[in-house]
């Protein structure tokens, strides 16, 4: 299982952009990177996933370079309600895996105004 | 299309005691997750079900168990409650391993106390 590192916490103001990097350098050639936000006293919601390259939605986009042994977490022009608790997670192909997500601590963003 | 919803908000349950937490699952979904999630830390995966058998454990004591029903809902067990098990329980449901996916759906969760 592929550990993540990701900063504890990060500072931004509304309307800013917000790049918040995991790394994981011991990643397997099978594993995917996810994102999850929560909110307090909110259950995690699924932001994005991706295996390489640039995924992006509706939401977020997530950078993954080459060697795929960090990834990049971008939330564009980001409001007061972007305040959560970000988890980037790297495990087996859900197929594989049983589709189980392994959580590390996160990063507390705050955005102000 | 409902969410994942929980029951109850809110326990508070003396130490030695059991308790039984219930999770319905979005429909369609066929797979359901347990997680617990301490104060300040990231949730920790307790066990999945999909189509009523157990799919994978994570590292939490045989007292803790659950059920998955045929309507997919769920319920978490936790016999002889420790102090430690004081802690946010959520459920996730998601179609399950073969979609390729790891997006699950999380309900609100259950605030459990033990005291």
């Known amino acids: 299982l592929a550990k993540t590192t990701q900063p504890i916490s990060m500072d931004s103001y509304e309307g800013q952009e917000v790049n918040i990097t995991c790394s994981h350098n011991?990643?397997?050639?099978?594993?995917?990177i996810t994102w999850y936000q929560q909110f307090p006293s909110q259950g995690p919601r699924f932001i994005i996933q991706?295996?390489?390259t640039k995924v992006t939605n509706e939401v977020a986009s997530l950078f993954i370079p080459a060697d795929r042994k960090s990834s990049t977490l971008s939330l564009p022009r980001v409001s007061l309600s972007d305040t959560a608790v970000y988890y980037c997670?790297?495990?087996?192909?859900?197929?594989?895996?049983?589709?189980?997500?392994?959580f590390g601590g996160g990063t507390r963003v705050l955005v102000k105004p | 299309e409902t969410g994942v919803t929980q029951s109850p908000t809110h326990l508070i349950k003396t130490r030695g005691q059991q308790v039984t937490l219930r999770c319905s699952s979005q429909?369609?979904?066929?797979?359901v997750s347990w997680y617990q999630q301490a104060l300040g830390q990231g949730p920790q995966f307790i066990f999945q079900?999909?189509?009523?058998?157990?799919?994978g454990r994570g590292n939490f004591p045989p007292r803790f168990s659950g059920l998955q029903f045929p309507n997919y809902s769920s319920e978490l067990n936790v016999n002889a409650l420790e102090l430690d098990d004081s802690a946010l329980y959520l459920c996730?449901?998601?179609?399950?391993?073969?979609?390729?996916?790891?997006?699950?759906?999380f309900g609100p969760g259950t605030r459990l106390t033990v005291t």
């Open positions: 996730a449901s998601s179609l399950g391993r073969l979609e390729g996916s790891y997006e699950q759906y």
């Open positions: 079900y999909y189509r009523e058998e157990e799919n």
């Open positions: 997670l790297v495990g087996d192909a859900p197929e594989a895996a049983g589709n189980k997500l392994t």
């Open positions: 429909s369609g979904h066929n797979t």
């Open positions: 991706g295996y390489k």
């Open positions: 011991n990643i397997a050639t099978n594993d995917y």
